[in-house]
């Protein structure tokens, strides 16, 4: 067979090309007339090996692994591969596809490149702290460069799941609470990574994923149940999904839940009636790990039903399972599906390897020599470190302990603290871990021999072995001492007498958020805790930097700790980055994306929720009959978008240019800020905005634009938002998007709880 295909079928490309019966076509155009070119010459097997998507075998999740892999591309039977890794290995395996299949069609190679390729940059949920929309832009360009240079041409990011649930270990993977910011965020990404030409050899084709509401299963757990009202949909939790859609994001992931009933692989309403006629999403859509099997176990049917119905839902591309490949033959025989939806399936999928430009050249993304130069460069290292001290949020500095000077003896303890491989927290599977910067080697490297640095682990990340062990897979371990706990702690307090100051690195280890990490108790682990009151009874300063990827409930440590500064977890330069933001070469200016609370119970718990009908009187903390707990106030631990520098910011009172307003007219509202402080620094300046009367019941505030604008010491400026109806606009009970008259509260702070307000009225 070897390339006499190949052949026939340039030809007929050339012929689609230059028949002069196209006339004037754009390139889409041109791009679906070229696939149609080769499904003339694809046989029904052929087309169906379109939509498979195995596992490489590298490494993989879930349950089912692929074999033979290089046969079935000899077959025609593989579409695409992921997770495999190098440039070389790749080349080798689209050779295979390219020179050994009957018809040579290039593979599509896709892979995990969620927060960075070898050079990583902290986590989404970290990086969304930072509100910096071009640096976050720049992490998925860095990201895209060195993937690509190393044979990969599609990354299975951004990930835009809102999610309002620290329990669920996925909440690390996505851009916090807020649906606004999550958009602006996915719009950002997906420029990072196609740039504006998908053919270019260092731009990828992005994925965007869990869809739809793979954030919201019930009790946090991963993979659970998800029941929401159309309105929560529209109005909260499909928005960066659309903004991503919008932005011409290539392909889209289902998720792994149901919605209404039906799990999103297998829901039409979902996939084509949102998706494709109400969105217009013109790429392919993808499954997300066996998700069609899996509609099994859901109760669905056998594999042959739940295959037919996922391809009948608009589900083109088959991960792993293999549900495709194997039953569509038979369904299409029985009438369950037409050859025309696998032919569809097929062309979306062969339109997507034309916008990557791998049918000019299936060899685009695996030039060897790139990838020596350009993955995990210094240069690339350098921005990853500013983008990690962008996103290191200071939580309380009591006392202004920091930042802390660069002398004396400093004494670093805890479980975090010499532990390079878990630096690049959960999906991270390209990252040199081993490579990455520990905060133990930041600090030595910050300080030189200007300061001592003295260790100690003084405590396990969890005290539970069976639990650290569950914890400590994808190769970063935890390195469990199995000394007794006292004895960890006594030898910790021998180091820290000697110290001026303490910095104590605590928190969870980086797979115990991700995926399949969901955990009921968010805080910190009672042998880490044990371990701090001890540091503070030497009646030494105590920096506690934390380590998570989730909003822990830290309300023990808010009381008795003078210092949080959380780093989440900061990527490949971790440590130097954290060491920038504890000596202050960097004013920290991150803000959470997500609520932290008081204790699990107040879970979920975000800013932007519904008044209820028993709202508690602002300023009170609990009464009789009154939407509230008992035994803890309705008040978050730190509110969305909050974040300290080590300079204050002061806001003047809001002003607004009109307060009565009428259709299209634009509303000015501006506010005086101050840097009141004694150093530099950033703020991110907040504008909510809350629709005081409406058809259906609206939250108390929601989020409609920020700036981060930074300041020198004692500077003032004003700073001006422009309000129109678009920010107004909403999804009423009949799911029609428009605004509607009446009043509005406009809010401006430095996070959601903190803010200047004031009030118009807007008619039609
Ligand atoms: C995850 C996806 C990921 C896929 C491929 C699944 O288990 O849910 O987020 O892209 O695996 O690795």
């Given at each position: 067979m070897k390339n006499t295909g190949l052949i026939l079928f340039s030809i007929v490309i050339a012929m689609s090309v230059y028949n002069p019966s196209i006339g004037q076509t754009t390139t889409e155009e041109r791009f679906v007339q070229k696939a149609d070119s080769i499904l003339s010459l694809m046989t029904l097997e052929e087309k169906l090996g379109q939509l498979n998507l195995p596992a490489a075998g590298d490494f993989t999740t879930g349950q089912a692994a692929s074999s033979n892999i290089a046969e079935k591309i000899k077959a025609g039977k593989v579409g695409g591969l992921f997770n495999i890794k190098t440039a070389e290995k790749i080349r080798d395996v689209q050779k295979v596809a390219v020179e050994e299949s009957r018809l040579g069609i290039p593979l599509l190679f896709g892979m995990d490149v969620i927060h960075g390729y070898e050079t990583v940059f902290p986590i989404p949920l970290g990086i969304s702290s930072s509100w910096d929309m071009k640096l976050i832009e720049k992490s998925a360009r860095i990201a895209a460069i060195e993937a690509s240079a190393d044979g990969i041409n599609w990354t299975f990011s951004p990930m835009t799941d809102v999610s309002r649930d620290p329990r669920w270990g996925r909440v690390s993977e996505g851009n916090g609470e807020d649906p606004y910011l999550g958009a602006r965020?996915?719009?950002?990404?997906?420029?990072?990574?196609?740039?504006?030409?998908?053919?270019?050899?260092?731009?990828?084709?992005?994925?965007?994923?869990?869809?739809?509401?793979?954030?919201?299963?019930?009790?946090?757990?991963?993979?659970h149940t998800v029941d929401m009202s159309r309105q929560k949909m529209f109005n909260e939790y499909f928005l960066p999904y659309k903004a991503a859609v919008e932005a011409g994001v290539g392909s889209v992931m289902t998720s792994f839940n149901d919605i209404d009933g039906i799990p999103a692989s297998g829901n039409k309403w979902l996939m084509t009636e949102v998706l494709r006629n109400q969105w217009g999403f013109d790429g392919f859509v993808v499954t997300d790990y066996t998700a069609i099997n899996e509609m099994i176990d859901h109760g669905l049917g056998d594999l042959q039903t739940v295959s037919a119905m996922a391809l009948n839902a608009g589900v083109e591309m088959d991960m792993v399972g293999e549900g495709f490949l194997t039953t569509l033959e038979k369904s299409l025989k029985e009438g369950k599906v037409t050859e025309k939806q696998i032919e569809n399936a097929a062309r979306l999928i062969l339109v997507a390897k034309f916008k990557l430009g791998l049918f000019d050249d299936p060899y685009r993304y695996t030039g060897a020599e790139r990838a020596k130069k350009e993955v995990f460069t210094p240069e690339n290292r350098k921005i990853a470190r500013e983008i990690a001290s962008q996103s290191i949020?200071?939580?309380?500095?009591?006392?202004?302990?920091?930042?802390?000077?660069?002398?004396?003896?400093?004494?670093?303890?805890?479980?975090?603290?010499?532990?390079?491989?878990?630096?690049?927290?959960?999906?991270?599977?390209?990252?040199?871990?081993?490579?990455?910067?520990?905060?133990?080697?930041?600090?030595?490297?910050?300080?030189?021999?200007?300061?001592?640095?003295?260790?100690?682990?003084?405590?396990n990340v969890v005290a539970d072995s069976l639990l650290e062990s569950r914890v400590s897979i994808f190769g970063k371990p935890t390195y469990r001492d199995n000394r007794p706990a006292s004895v960890l702690i006594e030898e910790a307090l021998e180091v820290a007498k000697n110290a001026d100051v303490i910095v104590a690195a605590m928190g969870e280890s980086a797979e115990m958020t991700g995926e399949a990490s969901?955990?009921?108790?968010?805080?910190?682990?009672?042998?880490?805790?044990?371990?701090?009151?001890?540091?503070?009874?030497?009646?030494?300063?105590?920096?506690m930097v934390l380590f998570t990827g989730r909003p822990m409930a830290l309300k023990w440590e808010d009381e008795n700790m003078p210092v949080i500064l959380n780093a989440w977890f900061a990527g490949s330069e971790a440590g130097d980055a954290i060491a920038d933001v504890l000596f202050g070469d960097v004013n920290p200016s991150a803000k959470i994306?997500?609520?932290?609370?008081?204790?699990?119970?107040?879970?979920?718990?975000?800013?932007?929720?519904?008044?209820?009908?028993?709202?508690?009187?602002?300023?009170?903390?609990?009464?009789?009959?009154?939407?509230?707990?008992?035994?803890?106030?309705?008040?978050p631990l730190y509110p969305f978008g909050y974040g300290l520098s080590y300079t204050t910011f002061e806001y003047g009172d809001l002003k607004l240019g009109n307060t009565d307003l009428k259709g299209d007219q634009k509303l000015q509202v501006s506010v005086n800020l101050k840097n009141t402080g004694k150093y530099d620094g950033s703020e991110v300046v907040q504008l909510y905005i809350r629709d005081l009367v409406a058809s259906i019941t609206r939250p108390v505030k929601e989020l409609k634009g920020f700036q981060k604008v930074p300041l020198k010491a004692g500077e003032s400026k004003i700073i001006t938002f422009e309000i129109s109806t678009e920010d107004l606009k909403f999804y009423n009970y009949d799911l029609d998007f428009d605004w509607e008259p009446g009043e509005?509260?406009?809010?401006?702070?430095?996070?959601?709880?903190?803010?200047?307000?004031?009030?118009?009225?807007?008619?039609?």
């Open positions: 965020i996915a719009k950002a990404m997906i420029k990072g990574y196609q740039g504006d030409d998908l053919s270019l050899n260092n731009t990828i084709m992005a994925c965007v994923k869990h869809f739809a509401l793979y954030g919201a299963p019930e009790a946090g757990r991963d993979y949020v200071l939580l309380k500095n009591e006392g202004s302990i920091l930042p802390i000077q660069k002398k004396g003896t400093i004494a670093l303890i805890g479980p975090l603290a010499d532990n390079r491989e878990n630096m690049t927290g959960t999906w991270s599977v390209a990252g040199k871990f081993e490579e990455s910067v520990s905060l133990h080697d930041g600090l030595k490297n910050a300080v030189g021999d200007r300061a001592k640095i003295i260790y100690a682990k003084g405590a969901s955990m009921t108790n968010i805080e910190l682990d009672e042998k880490q805790r044990e371990l701090l009151k001890a540091l503070l009874e030497t009646g030494k300063p105590v920096v994306t997500a609520t932290f609370p008081q204790n699990v119970g107040q879970v979920p718990i975000y800013y932007n929720h519904k008044n209820t009908g028993r709202p508690l009187p602002e300023g009170e903390w609990f009464q009789k009959f009154r939407s509230n707990y008992l035994d803890v106030s309705n008040d509005f509260e406009i809010m401006v702070g430095g996070n959601s709880r903190d803010v200047v307000k004031g009030k118009v009225n807007w008619v039609k």
